[in-house]
T-cell receptor, first 113, second 114 residues
Framework: GAVVSQHPSRVICKSGTSVKIECRSL??????MFWYRQFPKKSLMLMAT?????????EQGVEKDKFLINHASLTLSTLTVTSAHPEDSSFYIC?????????FGQGTRLTVV | DQQVKQNSPSLSVQEGRISILNCDYT??????FLWYKKYPAEGPTFLIS?????DKNEDGRFTVFLNKSAKHLSLHIVPSQPGDSAVYFC?????????????FGKGTKLSVKP
Protein backbone atom coordinates (compact mmCIF):
# COMPACT_ATOMS: atom_id res chain seq x y z
CA GLY A 1 0.00 0.00 0.00
CA ALA A 2 0.87 3.67 -0.10
CA VAL A 3 3.43 4.94 2.40
CA VAL A 4 3.08 8.02 4.55
CA SER A 5 6.14 9.03 6.51
CA GLN A 6 5.86 11.27 9.55
CA HIS A 7 8.79 12.89 11.32
CA PRO A 8 9.83 13.15 14.09
CA SER A 9 8.38 10.16 15.91
CA ARG A 10 8.82 11.85 19.25
CA VAL A 11 9.84 15.30 20.39
CA ILE A 12 10.25 17.02 23.72
CA CYS A 13 10.18 20.79 23.75
CA LYS A 14 10.10 23.59 26.27
CA SER A 15 6.95 25.51 26.94
CA GLY A 16 6.70 28.55 24.69
CA THR A 17 8.72 27.13 21.82
CA SER A 18 7.43 25.94 18.45
CA VAL A 19 7.59 22.44 17.02
CA LYS A 20 7.25 21.39 13.39
CA ILE A 21 5.96 17.96 12.39
CA GLU A 22 6.37 16.75 8.81
CA CYS A 23 4.14 14.38 6.91
CA ARG A 24 5.28 13.04 3.54
CA SER A 25 3.60 10.82 1.01
CA LEU A 26 6.49 8.73 -0.29
CA UNK A 27 5.11 7.00 -3.35
CA UNK A 28 2.07 8.99 -4.33
CA UNK A 29 0.88 12.56 -4.56
CA UNK A 30 -1.57 13.80 -2.00
CA UNK A 31 -3.54 16.95 -2.70
CA UNK A 32 -5.22 16.50 0.65
CA MET A 33 -3.78 15.35 3.95
CA PHE A 34 -5.42 15.12 7.33
CA TRP A 35 -4.04 15.88 10.76
CA TYR A 36 -5.37 14.04 13.80
CA ARG A 37 -4.71 14.27 17.48
CA GLN A 38 -5.23 11.45 19.91
CA PHE A 39 -6.21 12.31 23.46
CA PRO A 40 -5.66 9.76 26.23
CA LYS A 41 -8.41 7.13 26.24
CA LYS A 42 -10.17 8.98 23.48
CA SER A 43 -10.55 8.67 19.80
CA LEU A 44 -8.50 10.14 17.02
CA MET A 45 -9.86 13.63 16.58
CA LEU A 46 -9.54 15.37 13.23
CA MET A 47 -7.81 18.70 13.67
CA ALA A 48 -7.63 19.99 10.15
CA THR A 49 -7.64 19.13 6.49
CA UNK A 50 -4.51 20.23 4.68
CA UNK A 51 -5.00 21.27 1.05
CA UNK A 52 -2.08 21.61 -1.34
CA UNK A 53 -1.69 25.17 -2.50
CA UNK A 54 -4.47 26.60 -0.38
CA UNK A 55 -5.41 27.24 3.22
CA UNK A 56 -6.10 24.40 5.54
CA UNK A 57 -9.60 23.75 6.79
CA UNK A 58 -9.75 23.58 10.57
CA GLU A 59 -12.27 21.72 12.65
CA GLN A 60 -14.34 23.58 15.19
CA GLY A 61 -12.42 24.32 18.33
CA VAL A 62 -8.96 24.01 16.77
CA GLU A 63 -6.95 27.22 16.91
CA LYS A 64 -5.57 27.88 13.45
CA ASP A 65 -3.05 30.39 14.75
CA LYS A 66 -1.69 27.84 17.15
CA PHE A 67 -1.61 24.85 14.85
CA LEU A 68 -0.14 26.15 11.61
CA ILE A 69 -0.51 23.88 8.62
CA ASN A 70 1.41 24.26 5.40
CA HIS A 71 0.92 22.04 2.36
CA ALA A 72 3.37 23.53 -0.09
CA SER A 73 3.83 20.49 -2.31
CA LEU A 74 1.91 17.39 -3.35
CA THR A 75 4.04 15.20 -1.10
CA LEU A 76 4.57 17.28 2.04
CA SER A 77 2.36 18.77 4.70
CA THR A 78 3.68 20.28 7.91
CA LEU A 79 2.01 20.97 11.23
CA THR A 80 3.66 23.57 13.43
CA VAL A 81 2.58 23.80 17.05
CA THR A 82 3.37 27.38 17.99
CA SER A 83 4.05 28.61 21.51
CA ALA A 84 3.57 25.10 22.80
CA HIS A 85 2.10 24.52 26.25
CA PRO A 86 1.98 21.35 28.34
CA GLU A 87 -1.67 20.84 27.40
CA ASP A 88 -0.53 20.49 23.78
CA SER A 89 1.29 17.31 24.74
CA SER A 90 -0.34 14.59 22.74
CA PHE A 91 0.03 12.11 19.92
CA TYR A 92 -0.33 13.70 16.50
CA ILE A 93 -0.98 11.63 13.38
CA CYS A 94 -1.26 12.59 9.74
CA UNK A 95 -2.92 10.68 6.97
CA UNK A 96 -3.42 10.82 3.25
CA UNK A 97 -5.97 9.01 1.17
CA UNK A 98 -5.63 6.96 -1.98
CA UNK A 99 -9.05 6.25 -3.44
CA UNK A 100 -11.10 5.61 -0.32
CA UNK A 101 -8.36 4.15 1.82
CA UNK A 102 -6.47 6.24 4.36
CA UNK A 103 -2.81 5.67 5.05
CA PHE A 104 -1.38 6.97 8.26
CA GLY A 105 1.99 8.26 9.29
CA GLN A 106 3.76 6.70 12.23
CA GLY A 107 2.61 9.46 14.54
CA THR A 108 4.51 12.00 16.63
CA ARG A 109 4.52 11.96 20.41
CA LEU A 110 4.86 15.58 21.52
CA THR A 111 5.77 16.30 25.11
CA VAL A 112 5.88 19.92 26.22
CA VAL A 113 7.75 20.50 29.47
CA ASP B 1 -22.38 14.15 19.38
CA GLN B 2 -20.57 10.96 18.55
CA GLN B 3 -21.31 9.77 15.05
CA VAL B 4 -19.31 6.58 15.42
CA LYS B 5 -19.58 4.66 18.67
CA GLN B 6 -17.62 1.75 20.02
CA ASN B 7 -19.36 1.07 23.29
CA SER B 8 -16.93 -1.50 24.61
CA PRO B 9 -13.66 0.12 25.66
CA SER B 10 -12.03 -3.26 26.16
CA LEU B 11 -12.43 -6.92 25.29
CA SER B 12 -10.54 -9.96 26.54
CA VAL B 13 -10.53 -13.19 24.56
CA GLN B 14 -8.76 -16.51 24.84
CA GLU B 15 -6.33 -17.44 22.09
CA GLY B 16 -8.01 -19.48 19.39
CA ARG B 17 -11.47 -18.15 20.14
CA ILE B 18 -13.42 -15.57 18.16
CA SER B 19 -13.09 -11.85 18.88
CA ILE B 20 -16.10 -9.73 18.01
CA LEU B 21 -15.68 -5.97 18.03
CA ASN B 22 -18.78 -3.85 17.58
CA CYS B 23 -19.38 -0.41 16.14
CA ASP B 24 -22.52 1.70 15.75
CA TYR B 25 -23.00 4.83 13.71
CA THR B 26 -25.67 7.49 13.55
CA UNK B 27 -25.03 9.32 10.28
CA UNK B 28 -27.03 7.73 7.47
CA UNK B 29 -24.77 9.47 4.93
CA UNK B 30 -21.88 7.18 5.83
CA UNK B 31 -21.35 4.66 3.06
CA UNK B 32 -17.86 3.35 3.66
CA PHE B 33 -16.53 1.78 6.80
CA LEU B 34 -13.06 0.78 7.86
CA TRP B 35 -11.34 -0.94 10.72
CA TYR B 36 -7.90 0.06 11.92
CA LYS B 37 -5.55 -1.60 14.35
CA LYS B 38 -3.32 0.53 16.50
CA TYR B 39 -0.38 -0.28 18.73
CA PRO B 40 0.76 2.24 21.34
CA ALA B 41 2.81 5.14 19.96
CA GLU B 42 2.22 4.07 16.38
CA GLY B 43 -0.12 5.24 13.66
CA PRO B 44 -3.18 3.13 12.91
CA THR B 45 -2.81 0.43 10.28
CA PHE B 46 -5.62 -0.44 7.94
CA LEU B 47 -7.24 -3.84 8.47
CA ILE B 48 -10.35 -4.22 6.40
CA SER B 49 -13.12 -2.12 4.90
CA UNK B 50 -16.65 -2.50 3.62
CA UNK B 51 -18.81 -0.48 1.31
CA UNK B 52 -22.47 0.07 2.11
CA UNK B 53 -23.46 -1.94 -0.95
CA UNK B 54 -22.17 -5.06 0.79
CA ASP B 55 -23.09 -6.72 4.04
CA LYS B 56 -19.97 -8.80 4.49
CA ASN B 57 -16.31 -8.62 3.58
CA GLU B 58 -13.77 -11.24 4.45
CA ASP B 59 -9.97 -11.16 4.45
CA GLY B 60 -8.22 -14.09 6.03
CA ARG B 61 -9.02 -14.23 9.72
CA PHE B 62 -10.86 -10.92 9.57
CA THR B 63 -14.49 -10.51 8.56
CA VAL B 64 -16.51 -7.33 8.74
CA PHE B 65 -20.31 -7.46 8.82
CA LEU B 66 -22.51 -4.46 8.05
CA ASN B 67 -26.15 -4.13 9.07
CA LYS B 68 -27.31 -0.90 7.47
CA SER B 69 -30.81 -0.96 8.89
CA ALA B 70 -29.38 -1.17 12.38
CA LYS B 71 -26.47 1.16 11.54
CA HIS B 72 -24.19 -1.43 13.03
CA LEU B 73 -21.01 -3.13 11.97
CA SER B 74 -18.80 -5.68 13.57
CA LEU B 75 -15.33 -7.07 13.10
CA HIS B 76 -14.80 -10.77 13.68
CA ILE B 77 -11.34 -12.17 14.21
CA VAL B 78 -11.09 -15.92 14.17
CA PRO B 79 -9.03 -17.56 15.45
CA SER B 80 -7.72 -14.83 17.72
CA GLN B 81 -3.97 -14.70 18.29
CA PRO B 82 -1.93 -12.94 20.99
CA GLY B 83 -0.47 -10.69 18.28
CA ASP B 84 -3.95 -9.36 17.65
CA SER B 85 -3.81 -7.58 21.01
CA ALA B 86 -4.15 -3.88 20.15
CA VAL B 87 -6.68 -1.09 20.03
CA TYR B 88 -9.15 -1.40 17.19
CA PHE B 89 -10.77 1.68 15.72
CA CYS B 90 -13.89 1.69 13.66
CA UNK B 91 -14.07 4.55 11.13
CA UNK B 92 -16.72 5.77 8.75
CA UNK B 93 -16.99 8.24 5.95
CA UNK B 94 -19.29 9.54 3.27
CA UNK B 95 -17.72 9.09 -0.15
CA UNK B 96 -20.13 11.34 -1.97
CA UNK B 97 -19.06 14.79 -3.09
CA UNK B 98 -15.62 16.04 -2.12
CA UNK B 99 -13.14 13.85 -0.34
CA UNK B 100 -14.56 13.21 3.08
CA UNK B 101 -12.64 12.71 6.24
CA UNK B 102 -12.81 9.70 8.46
CA UNK B 103 -14.83 9.79 11.63
CA PHE B 104 -13.40 7.46 14.24
CA GLY B 105 -14.90 5.65 17.17
CA LYS B 106 -13.11 5.73 20.52
CA GLY B 107 -11.57 2.35 19.99
CA THR B 108 -11.78 -1.02 21.70
CA LYS B 109 -8.73 -2.48 23.37
CA LEU B 110 -8.50 -6.17 22.54
CA SER B 111 -6.44 -8.47 24.73
CA VAL B 112 -5.90 -12.00 23.47
CA LYS B 113 -4.64 -14.25 26.24
CA PRO B 114 -2.46 -17.27 25.46
Amino acid sequence: GAVVSQHPSRVICKSGTSVKIECRSLDFQATTMFWYRQFPKKSLMLMATSNEGSKATYEQGVEKDKFLINHASLTLSTLTVTSAHPEDSSFYICSAEVNTEAFFGQGTRLTVV
Amino acid sequence: DQQVKQNSPSLSVQEGRISILNCDYTNSMFDYFLWYKKYPAEGPTFLISISSIKDKNEDGRFTVFLNKSAKHLSLHIVPSQPGDSAVYFCAAKSTGGSQGNLIFGKGTKLSVKP
